[in-house]
């Protein structure tokens, strides 16, 4: 494999079942056992009804661009990131519910009219390192 | 019917660091707050040794050592650049609570300077450096890092939601382009009919009255053909980096009757928050601006339709446009056709961003004391510089202002309605 260059993120306890299943290509989410609404990114009290029974669901790997940029600049994004400018960030909204930030892949960052959003999209899991998979999206 | 607290006390002074913008020779940060406050003491008669509470973006500590004060009050609220629009807020509350007599909200930041000196102007907590952090956890691994990175995709929803358009957002620029064309204080003024000036070396400025190389007026075309920074985000679509410090006094109204400039009155303020990271902001066409400036106008018994002259956080073209809907001065989607109907232009029925706005005034990291010096300067009347007017300083006759700060990725919001005598 070849070295990952670009930041890596760092589990913890709260958010280690996502992480477990992405190195599995599972996109699992948090979903509270009280008012069954998933919400992202993992807590350990339910932002919408503050319950603190929240269980993992296994969901679909399926969602729609909510809205997306074009990153140009490589003096603004992090380390790695900037040798591939122009490359296109994304905000997804899952279709399980709530939203995730990724790097859209699949996608040309010269040519923005031609990215749709509301657009479908798929999960996918890039190896980072042994421990960590970080999910991406691409178009369907 | 005005809340209990509105008017309890009111902006008696309001002051700048000696030399803002890109200056020749750089302050500290901690300098460029003190000849603020020196100035702003200096300008109402007030002592240093009277401020009793002192409200700043994390300074408030070191600024109580420095100047050799006790306050009663101490707030070091942080939540970008509306923090000061929130001290304001916070500062009735003390006055009208009668816990302070004298609040000083301060502000020093050598957002230019900085790179030069290796050091940081005042920086922003993201994510505290934590790896744990949750925003930090599941964002950092894309990259997104500088301001323009984020706002990009609310302007770009903007323009899905409402079929607004870059050359729409480009419009603010232009005309708040126009302002800083009749502020020699401005870093993008540039007195006209001057022709080219010669380049400056980087790090050079050309300083006072001659006005910046790259000043002067601009197009749409001029908007549109800056490079692309995060799509659909273009250079000019881009506040500045500068150094700036600024300093406002707050009393209630027998101190305010001995100082020797006029009071601008805290009718109204307010704040609130949607969201931190902008991976959990709701709505990517909505600020919290329409609940801070909802409880702004409440308190004051006033609305949007009885406002002047309007001071709004202007980041990026699109925070502008975007706010001005959120404050009920246009409709929902319609907000950039202020700028672009020139209602919001020298001479139009709404002046907003008098200053040049943090566009092309100034923008050093934090602006939200820059919109609380300018309104206080035009609704005092003890502006000094010639303007669009002919009245020496005075931009606007207004006699009420709404101000908007807008911080973090169009996370946070402190509103103030401000009125005058």
């Known amino acids: 494999m070849a070295e990952y260059t670009k930041p890596i993120p760092s589990p913890d306890p709260v958010s280690q079942p996502f992480w477990d299943g992405a190195k599995e290509g599972k996109l699992m989410l948090p979903r509270c056992s009280d008012c069954n609404r998933v919400h992202w990114y993992p807590r350990v009290i339910c932002p919408f009804c503050h319950s603190m029974n929240i269980d993992w669901i296994e969901a679909t790997g399926r969602g729609t661009i909510h809205t997306f940029a074009v990153q140009h600049n490589r003096g603004l994004v992090a380390r790695g990131w900037g040798d591939e400018v122009p490359y296109v960030t994304a905000y997804i909204d899952l279709a399980e519910g709530d939203r995730m930030l990724t790097v859209l892949k699949g996608v040309d960052p010269n040519d923005p009219e031609s990215i749709k959003i509301g657009g479908a999209v798929e999960i996918e899991f890039e190896e980072a390192s042994e421990d960590v998979h970080i999910p991406f999206w691409r178009p369907v | ?421």
């Open chain 2, 1 to 421: 019917m005005p809340g209990e607290a509105s008017k309890a006390a009111a902006i008696i002074g309001a002051a700048e660091a000696n030399d803002i913008g890109y200056p020749a020779t750089p302050k500290s940060s901690l300098t460029l707050h003190i000849e603020a406050i020196n100035n702003v003491c200096e300008m109402t008669g007030i002592p240093i040794a009277a401020i009793d509470g002192i409200f700043s973006a994390g300074w408030s500590p070191q600024l109580a050592e420095y100047l050799g004060l006790h306050p009663k009050y101490i707030d070091t609220t942080s939540v970008g650049g509306c923090s000061f629009e929130m001290h304001v807020h916070h500062a009735l509350a003390a006055i009208h609570a009668g816990v302070i007599n004298v609040a000083l909200v301060s502000h020093g930041e050598m957002g230019f300077s900085q790179r030069f000196t290796g050091g940081k102007g005042t920086g922003r907590p993201f994510g505290g450096g934590d790896p744990w952090d949750p925003g930090t956890q599941h964002t950092s691994a894309y990259g997104l890092g500088g301001a323009p990175t984020g706002y990009s995709h609310a302007m770009n929803r903007h323009m899905h939601r409402y079929g607004t358009t870059q050359e729409d957002f480009a419009e603010i620029a232009v005309v708040t382009r126009e302002w800083a064309t009749l502020n020699p204080r401005a870093v993008m003024y540039r007195k006209a009919g001057e022709g080219d000036l010669p380049a400056l070396e980087q790090g050079e400025w050309g300083g006072g009255k001659r006005g910046h190389t790259f000043g002067g007026p601009i197009t749409v075309d001029t908007v549109m053909n800056s490079r692309a920074i995060s799509w659909p985000i273009k250079l000019l679509d881009v506040c500045l980096v500068t150094d700036h410090g600024g300093a406002v006094l707050i009393a209630g109204p027998e101190i305010a009757s001995t100082s020797k400039t006029p009071p601008v009155w805290i009718a109204g303020a307010g704040e609130s928050i949607s969201h931190w990271n902008m991976l959990e902001m709701n709505d990517f066409t909505e600020t919290s601006a329409g609940r801070s400036a909802s409880a702004a106008y409440r308190m004051a018994g006033m609305g949007p339709e009885d406002m002047e002259m309007a001071m709004i956080y202007d980041s990026f073209t699109v925070t502008a446009g975007m706010t001005a809907e959120m404050l009920g001065l246009a409709r929902p989607g319609e907000g950039p056709s202020l700028w672009k109907d020139r209602h919001a232009a020298p001479g139009g029925r709404l002046p907003i961003n008098t200053n040049g706005g943090g566009l092309s005034f100034n923008h050093s990291g934090m602006y939200g004391m820059q919109l609380l010096v300018e309104a206080y300067r035009q609704l005092s009347g003890t502006a000094e510089d010639d303007g669009f007017s002919g009245d020496p300083g005075k931009q606007t006759s207004a006699r009420s202002c709404v101000v908007n700060g807008t911080g973090g990725t169009l996370s946070t919001t402190g509103t103030l309605v401000l009125t005058s005598d």
